[in-house]
């Protein structure tokens, strides 16, 4: 996946659809991370270069664009990323960007930023409304009072109505009534089983509501500036070859390990296995899931962005070899993480029944580094500095690829056919297929936003069904030895196998 601030561009319709500038024209289904057109055509290669320079394409930057636009009109730009764990070469990048959109493209931000601080006023009046209404302490359409002694009264509406104001202060009051009673319930219930089982710790009251927009705390913004990957404001000048052969090393020697696991690895026995009960392909992907999981924690941790962005997302402004492998288990949003897995666990558990767990290791490592390698050097031709992509992508669809390549002459049923149904496909259809919908997901012409690694996505199927094929090639050696070594069996060999 790329990294969402630096995604590849949003190929809509730009000349087909208006450009949106106040906040109340926003769609229904507008996403922060989708954005809106600025302009009626997209930035061309040559005007990218002369507002953003070297470093960025144009695909990216269109989407940088497309995205802050949609922030200036949403009245977003106050709000901090959440987690904060981008690149200086993305500041920079979002920097020029936001001046360039605010020369050219003219939106009252600062309007727009008031008017969706007062649709947040509303809603969160609407929501302690509902729960104090719930609660039968208020009423809609009516006025409650304070008599000064902690009670409530209900009086006459006022002639001139309430403000958003007067209903927001009504309804917090009738919250407080709420929170102090039930505050009293609990001091009554503390102090009844204190006279029975001893002191019981005095229960604080935490339910204030603060009108306050989101901020960074030091601690956050400490470590937001350490994860940035340089301080220089410009990627280090290196030739494409300097780029990419550090990381092209790295790939060919987890190859190499990949190659030789098969060979080496022993499964042990049932009885030695940590978990003898569950099934071992079971055990395996859930292994690599756990893994995974961890890093996704990790990505919430402020202390670990430093590490995360030089270890577990790969940059082609400052490649880092290691990283190949490290993003193959980095995920930053939870639907970006439970889909891999989910795919993972049921292709992948199929897979590893068919292959056993040393060749699906070795198939999950090797395409994952093989596909984060296809990524990088697809950014590094296209001298784009500014992305930044991490997931385990890669892997699973080489771990799909090789699983339908391997089976691909045998035949499958369409999953909404029923079980009697005699209509087959062979399994190298929907690969093809797949594969397919990524090229044209890569397409200029394409319409539809942009924001994952199509490139890694790309080099996880094909290495896939590579991979395949060398385990159909050691499964035929192996086929052919064994077929030879009992026709050279002699007769005493033949009696202790059982053979005759």
């Not at 302009?39 to 960025?56: M, Q, V, W, Y």
């Not at 009051?173 to 001091?187: S, Y």
């Not at 094929?469 to 050691?474: A, G, I, K, L, T």
Request: proline content about 5%; glycine content about 8%.
């Amino acid at each position: 996946m790329v990294h969402p601030l630096s995604s590849r561009c949003a190929k809509r319709g730009y000349a087909t659809r208006r450009i949106i500038t106040k906040f109340e024209d926003l769609p229904e289904d507008y996403e922060d991370q989708e954005g809106l057109e600025f302009r009626s055509r997209p930035l061309s290669d040559a005007e990218t270069l002369k507002i953003f320079g070297k470093g960025i394409d144009a695909d990216v930057a269109n989407r940088i664009l497309s995205i802050l636009q949609g922030r200036r009109v949403a009245g977003t730009l106050a709000d901090p990323d959440t987690p904060s764990f981008i690149s200086t070469y993305e500041h920079i990048a979002q920097t020029t960007a936001m001046q360039w959109l605010r020369e050219n493209v003219p939106v009252d931000e600062v309007q727009n930023a008031g008017l969706r601080a007062e649709q947040e006023l509303a809603e969160l009046e609407d929501e302690i409304i509902t729960d104090s209404t719930r609660a039968g302490l208020y009423r809609p359409n009516s006025q409650i009072h304070d008599t000064g002694k902690g009670m409530f009264t209900k009086g006459k509406q006022s002639v001139y109505g309430d403000s958003v104001l007067d209903r927001l202060r009504d309804a917090n009051r009738a919250r407080d009534a709420l929170e102090e009673e039930e505050k009293k319930k609990r001091e009554a219930q503390a102090a009844e089983v204190a006279q029975n089982s001893g002191t019981l710790e005095t229960v604080g009251d935490t339910g204030k509501v603060e009108l306050r927009s989101k901020g960074q705390s030091p601690w956050v913004k400490y470590h937001t500036e350490r994860a940035q990957l340089t301080a220089i404001e410009t990627p280090p000048e290196m030739t494409k070859f300097q780029r990419l052969f550090p990381a092209s090393i790295f790939v060919l020697t987890i190859l190499g390990l990949c190659f030789t696991l098969p060979f080496l690895y022993t499964p042990p026995r049932n009885k030695d296995r940590l978990f003898p009960d569950l099934p071992p392909a079971a055990a395996t992907v859930l292994g690599i899931v756990a893994a995974n999981f961890v890093v996704y924690m990790l990505w919430h941790f402020p202390p670990f962005w430093r590490i995360g962005n030089k270890y577990f997302m790969t940059s082609a402004g400052i490649p880092n070899a290691l990283s190949l492998l490290g993003n193959v288990f980095s995920h930053q949003t939870f639907k970006h993480f439970g889909a891999n897995m989910l795919v993972l666990f049921i292709v992948g558990t199929r897979l590893h029944d068919e292959v056993g767990r040393a060749n699906f290791l070795s198939i999950y490592f090797g395409t994952g580094v093989l596909a984060s390698l296809t990524s990088l050097t697809s950014y590094v031709v296209r001298n784009s500095f500014v992305s930044c992509t991490l997931g385990a992508s890669g892997a699973v669809g080489g771990v799909i690829g090789a699983y339908l390549w391997l089976r691909r002459d045998q035949p499958m049923r369409i999953f909404f056919m029923p079980e009697d149904s005699k209509f087959y496909i062979p399994a190298w259809f929907p690969l093809f297929i797949i594969i397919a919908m990524e090229i044209g997901a890569m397409s200029r012409w394409n319409k539809s936003p942009v924001t994952m690694d199509h490139w890694a996505h790309l080099g996880g199927y094909f290495s896939g069904m590579g991979a395949a094929e060398v385990v159909r090639m050691r499964r035929n050696m192996r086929q052919r030895r064994e077929a030879e070594r009992k026709k050279n069996m002699s007769f005493s060999d033949r009696m202790k196998e059982g053979r005759f």
